[in-house]
């Protein structure tokens, strides 16, 4: 059953539904990626990168929406897979604590797009076309 808040009503803002039950645990693991470029940092955006290396970053996203959260760990690091990044050559913004994980993926030859996941949305912060976020091993 549906309740609605009188409140809301009188407001003409209109109901408001309250979850009976909101138990159920999600696995983001499971779940496809999604990609955010809203924390992009100016010094490493794609607007700076080839127009060859911008429709590889889209048919990327593209091939990696294909795949769960799961299966992209699971996949080497040099195809579509990702891989951890222990240390960044860059300044980590304000809005990240320390603790923060970053990974980075292959969007063109060796250029990575690096970043951070948050359940499951991937947000991307440099484009590293120049190879100088983090040491390339």
């Known amino acids: 059953m549906v309740k609605i808040s009188e409140r809301a009503a009188k407001a003409n803002k209109g109901p408001r539904i309250r979850a009976k039950d909101c138990s159920d645990v999600v696995d983001y693991r499971k779940r496809r990626p999604l990609f955010s470029l809203i924390h992009v940092r100016k010094s490493h955006c794609i607007t700076d990168c080839e127009i060859a290396d911008k429709a590889h970053f889209a048919e990327m996203l593209r091939k990696l929406s294909d795949f769960t959260w799961q299966e992209l760990y699971n996949t080497q690091s040099h195809g579509l897979g990702c891989e951890p990044i222990d240390h960044l050559n860059v300044t980590i913004p304000n ?13 063109s030859g060796k250029k990575a797009m690096v970043g951070h996941r948050v359940e499951d949305v991937f947000h991307i912060l440099w484009f590293d076309r120049k190879f100088n976020v983090y040491d390339h091993g």
């Open 95 to 107: 809005h990240l604590s320390k603790e923060t994980k970053f990974i980075a993926f292959r969007f």
